[in-house]
């Protein structure tokens, strides 16, 4: 087993020319280049046409040339050095292989068993690789380069089956993208890197790790123990625990809160903006002057922010909570039974 090779891979994938060289490959056991390009995740491309320079210190790249001499002898690789004049390429140095972006796709889509076949949204960028049941719930599964190119957001923006999707999971390669590349609602990511391991010449997908992960943000609390309930609030009092812990809250996200909290209670409802609006700004309301989207979000974020802060939630169990769409509104994502409202 050697997953430095697929660690090697990882980091090619969100770089523009995912290139793999003979240096890179130099150090692989036996077999390993060719369980991947088995599995489909590499092809060998055109060789390079420069090298770095590995006769001395500098580091430089040079162009290589080709000689054949004496004619019919084959061709031999030379670059030249400041150093050390013309220096030898072995010919291994200077093959290369790309990363195969759609191969890779596929490969993702058999390891999570995913079905309706592998669909490339944004070329080279945005792929949907079919339904799969994680957590015991059906997800539409994305693969997604590039989320630290500048025109990312605008690339996710054209695929509309990744806007549309119910409960997406992403994978990305390497690195877990900051929230605000998804300019919305935060979908499950997961980084390949910690994922995905080469079996035989397959890709396997821990598909454990995904329900384990996704089980926890779905249940942002444990089965309430006795009396114990995700949320308690007192209207009165203007108190507010969340597992047991005091939030601070101000009046804003309080009022906020109890509107999400009542609903919530009679199933799971969206609040609409205007009864948000209504709710928090009753004068300008009266006067026919509803509250601007900006202003909306910036209560909620500061009712996310509070339950990060006191309440101890994650980041993105906090906008799984206190979720919001653009259509409809807000929604408190806690089982009616585990809130409890005081009555004033
Ligand atoms: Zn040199």
Known sequence: MCDEGLQALWTRVDVRQPLLTGDDIAEWPDGYLDRLMAAGLLRETENARSVVCD???????????????????????????????????????????AVDLSGLARALAAGLSAAAGVEELAPGRVWFLGRTALDGQSREAFFVRGTAW???????????????????????????????????????VFVLRALARLEGDSLVVDRSEMDRVLGRDRRPSAAPRGKDLALRIDPGGSLCYFRNVLVNLSKMPFDVLVLLAEEAKAGPRWVSRDRISEACWPEEWARGNPATEDQINNVASELRKALRKDGGVSAREALILVQSKSKNGYRLNLPAHEIEIAAA
Do not use: K
């Open 55 to 97: 006769a001395c210190a500098e580091g430089h790249v040079e162009e290589v040339q080709l000689i054949e001499s004496p004619p019919g002898s084959g061709f031999r690789a030379y670059i030249v050095c400041p150093e050390n004049g013309r220096v030898r390429v072995p010919l291994a140095r200077l093959r290369q292989w």
């Open 150 to 188: 500048p025109d990312f957001r605008t690339v996710l923006a054209g695929a509309r089956r990744f806007q549309e999707a119910t409960r997406p999971v992403v994978l990305v390669a390497e690195i877990m993208p900051p929230e605000d590349v998804w300019g919305g609602d935060l979908p499950a």
